[in-house]
């Protein structure tokens, strides 16, 4: 019998007493006791009737528990699907539906409002909550600590996590076991982690960043989190004394250099900052090593892939570069159009093929057939180049995409919202530069005749179907928008035009 994620993760850790979760308010959770709370969700899955391979769908708030559910669907062969807390009932509803969830965990404070959205579908809800409360915790204090793990070998399904489409609706990535894994130890290595290390960990856990390259590293290393509900800056200050490494997304970085207590003094201990996400400004770069003496380490990744770069950890960390493919990773540079390989120093479309590349999209062959090629290679939506070093440079997107606080946004989505407005004709939505975000949304709309769109009307109403990160900061009313002589609209004048509004 062998299951190969829990094998590799958690297995060597049963009955370790040594901390894994060390907590804001003092409490620490070793190593073994986060194996027997996984054990006993694993158990109480069983006991519930799911079988391997079926999913589970978790929209709840940081915690441990969170955490324990995605171990204990590794451990039970299910299929973990974790969703941003930010997502409306109406989100839920289409990753529950398309995903044909069996289970459903949502914190009991939306427990009403969700219960209703996803009742038409074959998902039974449970709850969960920040303290470790709720039905599902319930029910699992009467399961067994021990769980036997079922059979899964590298290609079993270990994590659905739905990325947005230019067109369309979103797509599940179906990550197995084998790519978790090798991604997981692939960066341990080339990042030196050891049982020694603790790792800030002020993410989310519903993306790849928190939940597979910060939580799968520690995990292989045998280390430990200092576990913060969500980005804090004074709890940041607090606990960094505590903490050898934290991973985070460009507006950590930079909202920590807007603090006075960031200083040398308070990174002195630290081994490691890693940056992803986003592009880290190489302004920020050179800041962050001025303020603190540290060079941040950047790589590059994306929900299909989990990392696919990396900067070197002993060799030359370089601002404004993504540095070079990990280990067991090919990447090239092919013409957009063509598909042929182009010459080093040539800008492209970034493909890359490894053992980190995802088996395709959920039920979505068409989708999958389009960006993942015969041969392996997934054709990533990123523009970049290689330089005379073998460094990836990312320069822009050959996708329409935004991403605000590291948070990926899909102008699509949200224009086809402003769209079915009364009083809007037609809408472009942009990201433009953000201080803070580093790129916000901009909601370019054209009135429908005669109207006058009210701004706070047309926000509210979006907002009932769509995450708030997700909403534009600002609406501006165009008598037309600029298209091209093929009528398509041409949002890079837009983004020229409005790119000062926020800076
Ligand atoms: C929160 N808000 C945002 C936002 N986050 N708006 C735009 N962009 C964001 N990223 C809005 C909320 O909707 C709310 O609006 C208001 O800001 C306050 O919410 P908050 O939760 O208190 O915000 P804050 O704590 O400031 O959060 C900002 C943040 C957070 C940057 C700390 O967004 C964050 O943790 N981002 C990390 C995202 C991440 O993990 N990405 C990895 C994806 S994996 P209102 O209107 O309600 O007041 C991936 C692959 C890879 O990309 O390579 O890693
Ligand atoms: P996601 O869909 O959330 O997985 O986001 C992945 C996308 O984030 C990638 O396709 C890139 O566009 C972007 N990304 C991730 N890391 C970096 C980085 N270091 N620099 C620039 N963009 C990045």
């Not at 390989?341 to 590349?357: F, K, M, Q, S, W």
Request: charged content about 20%; proline content about 5%; some cysteine.
């Amino acid at each position: 019998m062998s299951n190969l994620l829990f094998d590799n993760l958690f297995a060597g850790h049963a009955g370790k007493k040594t901390a894994f979760l060390h907590l804001p308010d003092g409490r620490t959770i070793s190593h073994g006791e986060f194996l027997q709370m996984a054990g006993r969700f694993a158990n109480t899955f069983t006991r519930m009737g799911l079988t391997p391979g079926e999913r589970v769908a978790l929209q709840v708030e940081k915690s441990p528990q969170a955490l324990a559910v995605y171990a204990a669907c590794v451990q039970a062969g299910l299929v973990f699907l974790p969703l941003n807390t930010a997502y409306t009932a109406n989100e839920v509803l289409y990753f529950i539906e398309n995903s044909g969830a069996k289970l459903f965990i949502c914190q009991g404070s939306r427990k009403d409002e969700l219960a209703e959205a996803v009742k038409q579908t074959c998902a039974s809800l449970e709850t969960l909550n920040i303290d470790g409360s709720g039905t599902f915790a319930t029910r699992a204090n009467n399961s067994n600590d021990v769980f036997i793990p079922v059979d899964c070998d590298g290609e079993s399904l270990a994590a659905l996590l739905y990325t947005s489409g230019t067109t369309g609706r979103s797509k599940g990535a179906m990550l197995t076991h084998n790519n978790l894994l090798s991604n997981a130890q692939t960066l341990a290595d080339i990042w030196k982690f050891s049982a020694d290390d603790v790792l800030l960990h002020a993410l989310p856990i519903f993306h790849t960043h928190g939940l597979f390259v910060a939580t799968n590293v520690t995990l292989v290393a045998g280390g430990s989190m200092l576990f913060l509900p969500k980005f804090d800056q004074d709890e940041m200050i607090k606990n960094m004394a505590r903490a050898t490494t934290m991973m985070g997304v460009p507006t950590f970085y930079t909202r920590l250099l807007n603090d006075p207590r960031f200083d040398r003094e308070l990174t002195s201990h630290m081994r490691l900052f890693v940056s992803g996400s986003a592009p880290l400004l190489s302004e920020t770069h050179v800041q962050f090593e001025e303020k603190t003496g540290h060079r941040i380490l950047e790589r590059y990744g994306m929900t299909e892939t989990n990392m696919n770069t990396s900067n070197p950890y002993d060799g030359e960390r370089r601002a404004g570069t993504v540095g070079l493919p990990l280990p067991g990773v090919e990447l090239k540079i092919t013409d957009a159009t063509t598909g042929t390989t182009l010459a080093d120093g040539t800008i492209g479309e970034i493909e890359v093929r490894g053992p980190n590349v995802f088996k395709g999209y959920w039920q979505m062959p068409e989708k999958t057939a389009e960006e993942l090629r015969g041969d392996g290679f997934f054709i990533t939506g990123d523009l970049g180049l290689i330089d005379e070093q073998g460094y990836v440079h990312i320069v822009g997107r050959n996708k329409d995409m935004i991403i605000s606080g590291g948070y990926n946004i899909y102008p699509k989505e949200i224009e086809s919202l402003l769209d079915e407005q009364p009083d809007i004709l037609e809408s472009a939505v942009i990201g433009v530069p953000h201080p803070d975000f580093g790129e916000t949304v901009v909601g370019i709309i054209v009135a429908a005749n005669g109207s006058t769109p009210d701004f706070d009307h047309i926000t509210r109403s979006i907002s009932k179907s769509l995450a708030r990160y997700k909403l534009p900061k600002k609406l501006v009313v165009v008598p037309d928008l600029p298209r091209n002589t093929m009528g398509k609209v041409q949002k890079k004048l837009l983004r020229e035009k409005y790119k000062s509004d926020f800076m």
